[in-house]
């Protein structure tokens, strides 16, 4: 317990130093305080994950958000010709799409990665899937070809995935 708030601590510290740029004495030992004190409420409430499920995603991330800006880009500039065409081509959609090979954490991040993408919004989740309005049946089809969730499940954590039986 005591080395994941030291771990957690100097992490946030070194983070906080390098996004204020402050050296004063008092600002330092403020800063040093605050984030001794914000991983030993992490800690109490139960936030530290013992098996890092989280850390081994964050190294993973490197390969996925690259793809992931890419579509966010490519549906932006669709969403935009859409609202500037005269005729408004728009066909909104409800659909529910299978999250029962993802995990927790991976469900999270789908559903977040579906609402961040222009034209779509996560509008429901449960234990094995996530409600789903789209702007057009296009932007449906495309989630429905389950390229997003393949490469979250690339993400995941091979421990944490739950097991279809």
């Excluded at 958000?65 to 408004?88: A, G």
């Excluded at 977040?112 to 993408?117: D, G, P, Q, S």
Aim: proline share 4%.
């Amino acid at each position: 317990m005591l080395i994941r708030i030291l771990l957690a601590s100097v992490v946030l510290f070194s983070l906080w130093l390098l996004l204020s740029g402050h050296f004063d004495a008092l600002l330092l030992s403020l800063g040093a305080l605050s984030c001794v004190f914000v991983a030993w409420i992490s800690e109490k409430l139960g936030l530290f994950n013992s098996d890092f499920s989280t850390l081994k995603l964050n190294f993973k991330l490197p390969t996925f958000l690259p793809w992931f800006f890419i579509e966010v880009v490519k549906s932006n500039l669709d969403v935009s010709y859409r609202i500037l065409h005269p005729k408004l081509p728009i066909e909104p959609n409800v659909m529910k799409l299978d999250t029962s090979q993802h995990g927790d954490l991976a469900t999270a991040v789908y559903a977040n990665c579906i609402t961040l993408t222009p034209g779509t919004y996560s509008l429901n989740l449960d234990a094995n899937s996530i409600e789903v309005h789209s702007l057009t049946k296009a932007l449906a089809e495309d989630l429905q070809t389950g390229e997003m969730s393949k490469r979250i499940s690339a993400l995941e954590p091979k421990s944490t995935t739950n097991s279809a039986s």
